[in-house]
T-cell receptor, first 113, second 116 residues
Framework: AQSVSQHNHHVILSEAASLELGCNYS??????LFWYVQYPGQHLQLLLK??????LVKGIKGFEAEFIKSKFSFNLRKPSVQWSDTAEYFC???????????FGQGTTLQVKP | GAGVSQSPSNKVTEKGKDVELRCDPI?????LYWYRQSLGQGLEFLIY????????KSGLPSDRFSAERTGGSVSTLTIQRTQQEDSAVYLC??????????????FGPGTRLTVT
């Protein structure tokens, strides 16, 4: 069965620190990968996505993620976080066979000003 | 344009009662999804509808849960004989399509269900 694992459940950083959130998935077929973000009191919204092509994907607000097929990973990165990046981050994998989006457990990021 | 809307935003119910949660997807979106978000559990897939196809109910946790989508638009998630472990935020999402082609899912604000 497909699954998504996010290694960090709660991350606390100071402003300007670099961020990397881990995401690994288990699925042998073609996958499409997403990172969603949920800011406090707001809806889940798409941060970035990978369908094909360049494995380094750039999203909104300076975030990027790298798809490494051999490692079944899709880690999220940002060189310098801001207080406004405080949110919960979800990695998700979509199977075109089933149409389902499977989410990881989420990582809560707290950025201290 | 209007996004995905859900109602009610909050629902408190007594154990054993039935509840109905409503989702209005974005106009023109053929795929509709229900998820459950529990504290520390991430998002759990429940069910999805794609056009006129039979829904994928594989994520429903028990036969107390059911959902329907009328006219290919509005969807209702029903939980019968609610239990305390049903307490969670129920999220609805819609997209232009589902299987075969990948589209972004747009999420609603959720319904926070509390079973006392």
């Amino acid at each position: 069965a497909q699954s998504v694992s996010q290694h960090n459940h709660h991350v606390i950083l100071s402003e300007a620190a670099s961020l990397e959130l881990g995401c690994n998935y288990s699925y042998g077929g073609t996958v499409n990968l997403f990172w969603y973000v949920q800011y406090p009191g707001q809806h889940l919204q798409l941060l970035l996505k990978y369908f094909s092509g360049d494995p380094l994907v750039k999203g909104i607000k300076g975030f990027e993620a790298e798809f490494i097929k051999s490692k079944f990973s899709f880690n999220l990165r940002k060189p310098s976080v801001q207080w406004s990046d405080t949110a919960e981050y979800f990695c998700a994998v979509h199977s075109s066979n089933t149409g389902k989006l499977i989410f990881g457990q989420g990582t809560t990021l707290q950025v201290k000003p | 344009g209007a996004g995905v809307s859900q109602s009610p935003s909050n629902k408190v119910t007594e154990k054993g009662k039935d509840v109905e949660l409503r989702c209005d997807p974005i106009s023109g979106h053929t795929a509709l999804y229900w998820y459950r978000q529990s504290l520390g559990q991430g998002l759990e897939f429940l069910i999805y509808f794609q056009g006129n196809s039979a829904p994928d109910k594989s994520g429903l946790p028990s036969d107390r849960f059911s959902a329907e989508r009328t006219g290919g638009s509005v969807s209702t998630l029903t939980i019968q004989r609610t239990q305390q472990e049903d307490s969670a935020v129920y999220l609805c999402a819609s997209s232009l399509g589902a299987s075969g082609t990948v589209y972004e899912q747009y999420f609603g604000p959720g319904t926070r269900l509390t079973v006392t």
